[in-house]
């Protein structure tokens, strides 16, 4: 069994007229961009579309929505597969709410129903089952909504294998979160939530935020996905730079797209597909044999300022667009620290690239403590650990026996970090990682049962490829595997590298080198701009979230 669904969401489809809503200039080209993703869901041949609900832009109560209302349903024939429409606010008008000010809850499901059929109800595909919800009505205290919640009772009692779709998401980062205009309020949030754990919900898709946000609660994945038509610009708080230069970020079209489900007996996965990445019949790739680290922590939090549509409350968002990024790559691998294990925003992202293929590498730089063991274990049991240790640290280990040193039950990469100048100069605050290739004491720990590699630096100088080689071989010669960090290009420490020839052009080396040797590890060291503080350089992918041409280069190196 293998279902293959196409997720669209807050289309805002307009009239064939201008409604008098068009306040950015980029709202006339809403129509036109859902066309195109027609286009391409339509060439990728689903067996079912499931829109997330704000199917057109006009609310229910302006003359100009049931216009836009047919003008949607002329171009949704094109997907050529069964389309199944939820409820958004726009459709049918407005949670009920204390925090912020549209309160029309029943104003458009009459025509909702017709045009699209019941706002709530449920229906099997291949032993799966569907549940639409009618989001609106989670609060409400009206007939239709009691109905809805004794109906969703019936349903999910029968233990069936059950995906939920809806439009407002529970929650963006806490299930304990205050109201605000993007989750539901705490009380049916709660409700909701628990009734979809305690019956084994596989998982809830939502809409609304126009981002991709990506939560768990007591096992339920909870995915919100981006809008085909555009950002909703508050969101580019999410980011510590100025807002991009697109109608206040509203025409940010790196986050808008449609997103793709696959589901099998084996589980399910989910990618989104973004302007960049869309392609005519291109299915999900698998990761590359590339890797990458993650200088930023994955699902970092941001506070959004007060005003407009939260103008009560203050609302709290990850960051997940590196989720994306990572995936959209195709990269196998990621680096981040064995502390970051603690957290867990991380753990749960961490989970979910794991299920699409990525794998882990976490670093400590200490000898391994009791509680670093006892946190590998509990937080990274399948990761590959990297112990990062300063030369005399090294240089005392090297005296102990195999079984006396603190990894002596443990499988390590080992690297070495900050190796001071010979000649007595200038030290560094600036240390790099990764042994060098002539570094003697790399081959002292070789015949280590706990160590299965060894860690080398290999600058972005010089013959990047050749050197990856040739360190390779060094270390399967020494009967170990060989882990190697790629530095991208730098200019000084007060002055920011941005020769993207130059950074394309090592990261494009890597990528051969991986292809060529599968069973290394091989990460550049960075996948953003590094834009503030000491070393700035350039990475994969610009803090506006705009892939720079080194993102291009790891495509054309490893198609």
């Not at 950015?24 to 080209?29: E, G, I, L, V």
């Not at 090294?394 to 079984?403: G, K, N, V």
């Not at 130059?502 to 990460?523: D, E, F, Q, W, Y």
Request: with cysteine.
């Amino acid at each position: 069994m293998s279902l293959k669904i196409a997720i669209v969401t807050d289309t805002h489809v307009r009239p064939p007229d201008d409604d008098g809503q068009l306040a950015f200039p980029s709202d006339a080209s809403h129509n036109a961009r859902n066309k195109v993703i027609v286009e391409q869901v339509a060439l990728r041949k689903p067996d079912l579309v499931m829109h997330l609900g704000d199917v057109v832009h006009p609310i229910p109560t302006l003359p100009t929505h049931a216009p836009a209302l047919a003008e949607a349903k002329a171009m949704f024939e094109g997907f050529g597969a069964d389309l199944v429409v939820v409820p958004g606010n726009h459709d049918v008008g407005d949670k009920r709410s204390s925090v912020y000010a549209p309160e029309q809850v029943d104003a458009g499901r009459k025509a909702f129903a017709e045009t699209w059929g019941p706002p709530f109800h449920a229906f099997d595909r291949d032993g799966v089952r569907f549940v639409v919800l009618d989001g609106g009505l989670l609060a409400a205290n009206t007939e239709e909504a009691l109905a809805q919640r004794t109906w969703l009772l019936d349903v999910l009692r029968e233990g069936r294998r059950t995906f939920v779709f809806t439009h407002y998401p529970p929650f963006l980062t806490d299930p304990d979160e205050p109201e605000h205009y993007d989750n539901l309020d705490p009380s049916s949030r709660r409700w909701l939530l628990d009734l979809c754990a305690e019956h084994g919900v596989e998982a809830v898709l939502t809409g609304h935020v126009h981002r991709f946000f990506y939560n768990r609660y007591r096992g339920v994945d909870i995915y919100t996905v981006p809008s085909t038509a555009f950002v909703r610009p508050a969101y580019a708080w999410l980011r510590p730079h100025p807002a991009v230069d697109a109608e206040n970020g509203r025409d940010d079209t790196e986050h808008t797209g449609f997103s793709w489900l696959e589901i099998d007996e084996e589980g399910h996965r989910l990618q989104v597909i973004r302007p960049r990445t869309v392609g005519a019949s291109s299915s999900p790739q698998a990761p590359k044999p590339l890797g990458v680290w993650l200088q930023h922590r994955l699902g970092r939090r941001a506070e959004l300022p007060m005003g407009s549509l939260d103008a009560l409350t203050r609302k709290v968002a990850r960051d997940d667009a590196m989720l994306l990024h990572i995936q959209a790559l195709g990269l196998g691998r990621i680096r981040i620290p064995l502390a970051d294990g603690e957290d867990r925003d991380v753990l749960d992202r961490v989970a979910w690239l794991e299920r699409h293929g990525v794998e882990v590498t976490v670093f400590s730089g200490r000898a391994p403590s009791v509680a670093d063991r006892a946190l590998r274990r509990q937080a990274f049991a399948s990761a590959e650990w990297e112990v990062v240790l300063r030369d005399a640290t090294l240089a005392r280990l090297r005296e102990l026996t195999p079984s006396d040193r603190p990894w002596a039950v443990e499988h390590i990469t080992l690297s070495r970090i900050g190796k001071p100048p010979a000649d007595g100069g200038y030290f560094s605050h600036f240390p790099k990682q990764g042994f060098e290739l002539e570094d003697p004491m790399w081959r002292a720990f070789a015949e280590d049962p706990a160590v299965t590699r060894v860690a080398f630096r290999i600058p972005s100088t010089g013959n990047v490829e050749g050197r990856i080689a040739t360190c390779i071989r060094a270390a399967a010669k020494a009967g170990v595997g060989a882990t190697c960090h790629v530095e991208l290009p730098e200019a000084a420490e007060a002055t920011r590298h941005t020769d993207d020839e130059a950074t394309a052009a090592v990261a494009a080396a890597a990528s051969r080198a991986a292809k060529a040797n599968p069973g290394s590890h091989i990460l550049l060291d960075g996948l953003y701009d590094y834009d503030r503080g000491y070393w700035c350089k350039n990475g994969l992918i610009d803090l506006t979230d705009q892939p720079r041409k080194a993102a291009g280069a790891i495509d054309l190196a490893t198609p």
